[in-house]
């Protein structure tokens, strides 16, 4: 069983386009979080959700918003897409907030 | 604000070779230090995580230790085979505040038989 799940797996769009990711976790965790690896191959935090609520907003633009329906679920929608959002973005959950972090398989963003 | 840097960034060694990747960080205030291993085209899988108040922590072949004050972790792979092939990001938590994992770049390992 998959414990992190992330649809689709790869995304082509073109710019302007809104497009959203949907991750999923089993594991019953209460923690998800989403991350943007660039092409230099740096992870870094973009949000964090503990049951529900919003608990970390790194500096992105506004056009990237999340939206956690239930605790398993922390879906990332992203409007008029730019060139520069092109990454790979993974999603992660842990059991509170000072536990491992498991990472799902990632989601390969291309904007042309 | 937390830097953590990876060194060497790439890494290419013959299949039983011990070898040592090196993780250094700007502030020692953290909580954890978590060393991931990830596939192409795949996610992160956590192989070991060191709290601050621990030395080191070992698994299989895979020994990781931490020195907090002067910022630096070791992951120490034992008699290395092709199926550790794969990029090592070592991540810090720091004191406080949320689960927040500061990410190395990474050295990216290839062995070779």
């Known amino acids: 069983d998959t414990a992190v799940s992330q649809t689709p797996k790869y995304l082509v769009t073109q710019m302007g386009n809104d497009k959203s990711i949907k991750c999923e976790q089993n594991?019953?965790?209460?923690?998800m979080y989403w991350y943007k690896q660039d092409s230099k191959k740096f992870l870094k935090i973009m949000f964090s959700y503990n049951n529900k609520e919003l608990i970390i907003n790194e500096t992105v633009p506004n056009r990237f918003s999340p939206k956690s329906p239930d605790k398993a679920h922390l879906n990332l929608h992203i409007n008029s897409l730019e060139l520069g959002d092109s990454a790979v973005y993974f999603c992660?959950?842990?059991?509170?907030?000072?536990?491992?972090?498991?990472f799902g398989p990632g989601t390969r963003l291309l904007v042309l | 604000k937390q830097e953590v840097t990876q060194i060497p960034a790439a890494l290419s060694v013959p299949e039983g070779e011990n070898l040592v990747l090196n993780c250094s960080f700007t502030?020692?205030?953290?909580?954890?230090l978590q060393w991931f291993r990830q596939d192409p085209g795949k996610g992160l899988t956590s192989l070991l995580l060191?709290?601050?108040?621990?030395r080191e922590q070992t698994s299989g072949r895979l020994n990781a230790s931490l020195d907090k004050s002067s910022g630096r972790s070791t992951l120490y792979i034992a008699a290395s085979q092709p199926g550790d092939s794969a990029t090592y990001l070592c991540a810090v938590k720091r004191s406080g505040g949320y689960n927040k994992l500061i990410f190395g770049a990474g050295t990216r390992l290839a062995v070779h038989p």
């Open positions: 992660a959950s842990s059991q509170g907030a000072q536990e491992t972090q498991y």
């Open positions: 502030d020692s205030a953290i909580y954890n």
């Open positions: 060191i709290q601050s108040s621990q």
């Open positions: 594991l019953g965790h209460d923690t």
